[in-house]
T-cell receptor
Framework: DGGITQSPKYLFRKEGQNVTLSCEQNLNHDAMYWYRQDPGQGLRLIYYSQIVNDFQKGDIAEGYSVSREKKESFPLTVTSAQKNPTAFYLC??????????????FGEGSWLTVV | QKEVEQDPGPLSVPEGAIVSLNCTYSNSAFQYFMWYRQYSRKGPELLMYTYSSGNKEDGRFTAQVDKSSKYISLFIRDSQPSDSATYLCAMSVTTGNQFYFGTGTSLTVIP
């Protein structure tokens, strides 16, 4: 089945640790996105990538890093510099980005908790 | 002012009721409008997609866009307990790189 796979579903991080969230899509989409969702705040864009080997910061990129070495993969690293990382993280993809009426599709999300 | 405003609710209705969910927006360049349903602890799933103004119907769901008022709606007829979820509106422009989301409305349909 075509779709977006995020792993792990649940992740616990100790203070001072970096963790990486995986996102893989087999939809052959060019654009990929990472969002953070907190209660009452909706979706906030962390990073997005329109094409392989290129990505742009979103509204809340501080403390996060990404890579886009392959079209189907867009991993997100939550670094120790992110002061409040406990949240629900959503990976998404779109055929050619937001332009020209493309829709966006989401993975099932990853829950990150700092312990 | 946020570009997309959505009443967070919560909204609680009896089974069988007609539900109206709404978003307003400030950017007149928005051309494409989407509604997503998100169950608890799951990713959002695309429900409806409309371009420019007008209505679109799919089963019990109707999406309505009024560009002159910068207002979009999602109607759910004969609501079911399985419709209990958070509903997110989303929008985009023709030439942009990003999608713009409302904060979501929490809906509970009581059996």
């Amino acid at each position: 089945d075509g779709g977006i796979t995020q792993s792990p579903k649940y992740l616990f991080r100790k203070e001072g640790q970096n963790v990486t969230l995986s996102c893989e899509q087999n939809l052959n989409h060019d654009a990929m996105y990472w969002y953070r969702q907190d209660p009452g705040q909706g979706l906030r864009l962390i990073y997005y990538s329109q094409i392989v080997n290129d990505f742009q910061k979103g509204d809340i990129a501080e403390g996060y890093s990404v890579s886009r070495e392959k079209k189907e993969s867009f991993p997100l690293t939550v670094t120790s510099a992110q002061k409040n990382p406990t949240a629900f993280y959503l990976c998404a993809s779109s055929r050619q980005g937001a332009a020209s009426g493309n829709t966006i599709y989401f993975g099932e999300g990853s829950w990150l908790t700092v312990v | 002012q946020k570009e997309v405003e959505q009443d967070p609710g919560p909204l609680s209705v009896p089974e069988g009721a007609i539900v109206s969910l709404n978003c307003t927006y400030s950017n007149s360049a928005f051309q494409y409008f989407m509604w997503y349903r998100q169950y608890s602890r799951k990713g959002p799933e695309l429900l409806m997609y409309t371009y420019s103004s007008g209505n679109k119907e799919d089963g019990r769901f109707t999406a309505q866009v009024d560009k002159s008022s910068k207002y979009i709606s999602l109607f759910i007829r004969d609501s079911q307990p399985s419709d209990s979820a958070t509903y997110l509106c989303a929008m985009s422009v023709t030439t942009g790189n990003q999608f713009y989301f409302g904060t979501g409305t929490s809906l509970t349909v009581i059996p």
